[in-house]
């Protein structure tokens, strides 16, 4: 028996850090919305007691240290499953990008092995499994589009946002987000996004609200580390993107236009500059959608 389920990236429309908690992370505030840019997680039901994983891009852990594996290990330890599964992963979404591939491979492999091994787990139950792993996990378990607070684990379904189409660009480094936390100072210039006014543009579908709402508090950060993403946010922005932000903690940037005609415009632009360039719409809607 073979289960194939598709896995979405995730951008930040917005991403606030609150403060810092007593364990150490921030507690943050963040409207997360799924793009169709995505991974295909296979997984194929083994009669012997094993987790094997093969990814199609190399450098990608296929061991223990994979989120994908570590979503089986933890489910076969927890539910006492016998049966092995074979899990190929379809590599689309740049790696250490801002993107949540990891975390949406997981909550792939926690979706289609509750399938797979007959476990019965609601969608809130592999959620609470996928914050052992990691907190971009449990949005990645629902899809659709969200407000995520907490460490990222506590999640409030939104309505999808307007529709647009995403251009995104990642330039050839791959960032730490544990650098990027380490290097945020938080003071009176810090620029906060107004999450209210996020909402309220998802809530009455308001695209120009929804650009003019985009903001991510860890931007400075990378971008002072990385001036190639300030250079790519330029381009965007000249090149006739409605909004453009860093996504997570970066490096990959969006723009979003809902004019068709621009997206061929921005992409050309950008594709002079860094080789990995996609175009994409917002999926913004529910984990059905996703499953297909
Ligand atoms: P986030 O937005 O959640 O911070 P990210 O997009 O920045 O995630 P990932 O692509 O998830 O980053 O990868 C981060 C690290 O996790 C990589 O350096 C990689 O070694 C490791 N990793 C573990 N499992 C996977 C996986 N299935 N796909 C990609 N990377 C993985």
Redesign the pocket.
């Known amino acids: 028996m073979r289960i194939s389920v598709k896995a979405p990236?995730?951008i930040n429309l917005t991403l606030d850090t609150l403060y810092k908690r007593p364990d150490g992370y921030h507690e943050v505030e963040m409207v997360m919305t799924t793009v169709d840019l995505a991974?295909r997680v296979e997984l194929t039901l083994l009669a012997s007691d094993e987790i094997r994983l093969e990814?199609s891009?190399s450098?990608?852990?296929d061991d223990a240290?994979?989120?994908?594996?570590k979503a089986a290990q933890l489910l076969k330890e927890k539910y006492k499953v016998k049966q092995g599964v074979r899990i190929y992963?379809h590599?689309q979404?740049?790696?250490?990008?801002?993107?949540?591939?990891?975390?949406?491979?997981?909550a792939a492999a926690l979706r289609g092995l509750n399938k797979l091994w007959n476990l019965g787990l609601t969608l809130d139950e592999l959620a609470e499994i996928g914050a052992q792993i990691?907190?971009?996990v449990p949005f990645c378990v629902y899809g659709g589009t969200a407000l995520a607070t907490g460490r990222g684990e506590r999640i409030e379904h939104l309505t999808p946002p307007a529709p647009c189409w995403v251009i995104l660009a990642k330039p050839p480094i791959?960032?730490s987000?544990a650098d990027v936390y380490g290097n945020l100072r938080i003071n009176e210039s810090t620029k906060h996004p107004d999450t209210a006014y996020m909402l309220k543009a998802i809530e009455t579908q308001d695209f120009q609200l929804m650009c003019k709402s985009l903001g991510n508090v860890l931007e400075d950060v990378t971008l002072s580390l990385y001036p190639q993403v300030k250079q790519i946010k330029e381009l965007m922005l000249a090149s006739g993107a409605d909004g453009v932000l860093m996504?997570?903690?970066g490096p990959?940037v969006y723009a979003l236009v809902q004019k068709e005609a621009k997206v061929q415009r921005i992409y050309n632009a950008l594709r002079g500059f860094v080789k990995d360039v996609y175009v994409a719409r917002l999926l913004g809607c529910t984990e059905a959608e996703i499953l297909a």
């Open positions: 990236a995730k991974d990814c891009a450098f990608v852990p240290r994979n989120h994908a594996y992963i590599k979404i740049p790696v250490a990008a801002g993107l949540a591939g990891g975390s949406s491979d997981a990691g907190s971009d791959g960032v987000t996504s997570g903690s990959t």
